[in-house]
């Protein structure tokens, strides 16, 4: 070789040594929320794409696996990458059922293009926004592909090892009361270690929260309809890898795949990621919303309020026409809109009889809620009405019985399960029932995945450990401060939540006086009605009550809200205590819980009452509670103590 070749070949060197770092930038994309504080960075490693999370420089997700599956096709493995491309996204939209009514939604958007080694097109779309994270697949149209089968997602959440989970486990299906779970209505681990496996093998349940050093991160998913399937977290691999985990298959009584049946091009559910170096972004979140749009006009404009409710004291045998007028005339007393006529309401009041109490509801002003059971062909759950809204023509034929008698809504109840023929059925029943005039709560019920905004007429779903449960056993009775303090920042954060609570009487049966023990507060009740966000609460009260719990109590139910402005985090930790504000119009409520066995001391720091005088109602060291009027200083500041197993609300 002669020295001009020579040089020819240091050049030629220089040349690929310089290229090799754009070759290997240029297989990965960066977007940063419009702050600058959250960041995700996705790569492609041996032809396995991954994304990574960093909040103020710090790992909240170390490279956790992207893609997907297919009877056919395979995204998950032997992809190249295809570039990327970014968008600025801002939108500000109304919605008067959660927990803010306008939204100002400001995000930076990532997609990022892969191809597999057969040369079929796959896409990954992020937004981020300054404390969320919303990802999902776009499969495009390819060939001759028209319909797929998702079998399995690789989508996964690698944390930290120093991350402790706040979770709660998923539920071996057909099991429980009838065979009716999955209900979403396990306990909590908290603190949990991140590679701890759940208790029934099946992973965990959303939204999961973790702690990550000294950062928070709250997990879930949004926009899941009868498109695809809904699903829940897997059981960690050692390193603390979750996955997507698809509904199991005896779920439903076997009945439904548990993938997803899509036809091209179509784009998956969002995954949901809240960071925040404190638990404000996670109580306050509203990315549940802020990704999906409205699916239908709503057919007349929906009514929410409160709303009265036998069951929960007076349990089934309520279901009479008489108990029911005694409920009615308690409504209207506390000027509540609504009555929950329970299960059994069929066969114990009848058709014929209904259509008299619902006129008699009318003409106190009070709107009917009429109880369902979903199925009758995928659990045992004998209560009746049954085979009404499984099929489309049982439904509408009975929608048709409602509206021309004015039912105002109904609560459907005992789906268990998550598999796409379920999620078929929700939206059914909603795009139905909107038809019809009528709004809808679920029971024994999954999460709702931004339904809030995506069906317009949808006020609400229990999935939850609720207010039942305290009639049933007397150890939910001794956890209930435990899980109130867990919900705002959990179950509550990312959905309505029909909890049925606020219970007033001090022992759980009709006449006061036996079955269990509230272990909790009076005002420790109260605050719930706030902490508790559902634009239609039907409340536990009972026509004692009237008589038997203090006048302020009652006064206060009688005009606390059920839909807000604002929401805003002030003070708390899951399992321990929480406090909360939230506006009504011009009108802030503080209220605040204490899950612990010794006080809790704060100084409140709430501005937006600074120097005005507001009713206090909290409880004396033996448990009594009280109202008196206060005045907050100048600087927005109070000194408040939160009894064990007490509470603290604030009212403007």
């Not at 020295?3 to 310089?18: D, G, I, M, P």
């Not at 990574?52 to 599956?69: I, Q």
């Not at 899950?595 to 501005?607: D, I, N, R």
Request: charged share 25%.
């Amino acid at each position: 070789m002669n020295l001009k070749e020579a040089k020819r070949s240091l050049k030629l060197l220089v040349l690929l040594f310089t290229l090799i770092p754009c070759l290997a930038q240029a297989q990965n994309g960066t977007v940063k929320s419009p702050d600058g504080k959250l960041q995700v960075e996705v790569l492609l490693q041996g032809g396995q794409p991954y994304y990574r999370v960093m909040y103020g420089g710090d790992a909240v997700l170390e490279d956790s696996p992207l893609g997907l599956v297919t009877n056919l096709v395979d995204y998950s493995r032997e992809l190249t990458w295809g570039g990327t491309e970014q968008e600025r996204i801002e939108k500000t939209y109304r919605q008067d059922k959660i927990k803010q009514s306008e939204i100002f939604y400001q995000a930076n958007k990532l997609v990022c293009s892969f191809k597999n080694k057969d040369g079929k097109p796959l896409k990954v779309e992020f937004r981020v926004s300054n404390n969320d994270i919303a990802f999902r697949y776009d499969i495009p149209e390819s060939g001759d592909l028209g319909a797929l089968v998702v079998e399995r997602e690789a989508t996964g959440f690698n944390f930290p090892q120093q991350a402790k989970g706040f979770l709660t486990p998923q539920s071996k299906s057909m099991v429980g009361f009838a065979r009716t779970k999955p209900s979403y209505e396990e306990g909590y681990k908290v603190e949990q270690d991140i590679s701890a496996k759940s208790a029934n093998g099946l992973g965990y349940t959303f939204p999961s929260l973790f702690k990550v050093g000294e950062k928070w991160a709250l997990v879930s998913e949004t926009g899941v309809r009868g498109l695809y399937c809904g699903s829940h977290l897997s059981d960690p691999t050692p390193d603390g890898t979750y996955t997507i985990a698809f509904p199991d298959e005896t779920e439903n009584n076997g009945f439904g795949s548990t993938g997803a049946a899509i036809g091209l091009p179509a784009t998956t559910p969002w995954r949901t990621i809240t960071v925040g170096k404190g638990l404000e972004p996670i109580v306050e979140t509203t990315i549940p919303y802020d990704v999906v749009e409205p699916l239908y006009e709503p057919s007349q404009e929906y009514k929410y309020g409160k709303g009265t409710w036998s069951w929960i004291m007076w349990q089934d045998q309520s279901m009479n026409y008489e108990d029911q007028v005694k409920y009615i005339d308690l409504a209207e007393q506390l000027n509540y809109e609504y009555v929950l006529i329970d299960a059994w309401w069929d066969q114990r009041i009848g058709y014929k009889r209904m259509e008299e109490l619902i006129e008699y509801a009318r003409s106190k002003d009070v709107g009917v809620f009429l109880w369902y059971n979903s199925n009758g062909a995928v659990n045992d759950a004998p209560q009746t009405p049954i085979n009404k809204m499984n099929t489309a023509i049982a439904r509408k034929k009975e929608m048709q019985w409602m509206k021309e008698n004015g039912v105002k809504g109904i609560k459907v109840d005992f789906f268990g399960g998550d598999k796409q023929e379920t999620m078929r059925l929700y939206e059914d029943i909603l795009s139905d029932a909107n038809d019809y005039g009528l709004m809808v709560v679920f029971h024994g019920t999954t999460l709702p995945r931004g339904w809030e905004r995506m069906f317009p007429n949808y006020v609400g779903s229990e999935a939850v450990l609720a207010s039942e449960n305290l009639m049933f056993s007397q150890h939910a009775n001794d956890m209930e401060a435990f899980h109130a303090t867990l919900h705002p920042f959990i179950r509550n954060a990312v959905g309505s939540m029909e909890f049925g609570g606020v219970v007033l009487n001090k022992r759980y049966n009709r006449t006061n006086d036996g079955g269990n023990y509230r272990k909790t507060t009076d005002v420790f009740q109260l605050a719930t009605a706030v902490l508790f966000q559902n634009p239609v609460q039907f409340f536990a009260l009972t026509p004692n009550n009237l008589n038997d719990a203090p006048d302020f109590a009652i006064d206060f139910m009688k005009q606390v809200p059920t839909t807000w402005e604002e929401t805003m985090f002030i003070d708390g930790y899951p399992g321990k205590s929480c406090v909360l504000a939230r506006q009504h119009g011009d009108k802030w409520y503080v209220a605040g819980v204490n899950a612990l066995s010794e006080p809790v001391k704060l100084k409140l720091s709430v501005p937006m009452l600074s120097g005005k005088e507001v009713k206090f109602y909290g409880d004396k060291k033996d448990g009594t509670s009280y109202m008196k009027r206060v005045k907050v200083n100048k600087k927005g500041e109070l000194d408040i103590t939160i009894q064990p197993r007490g509470g603290v609300v604030l009212e403007q």
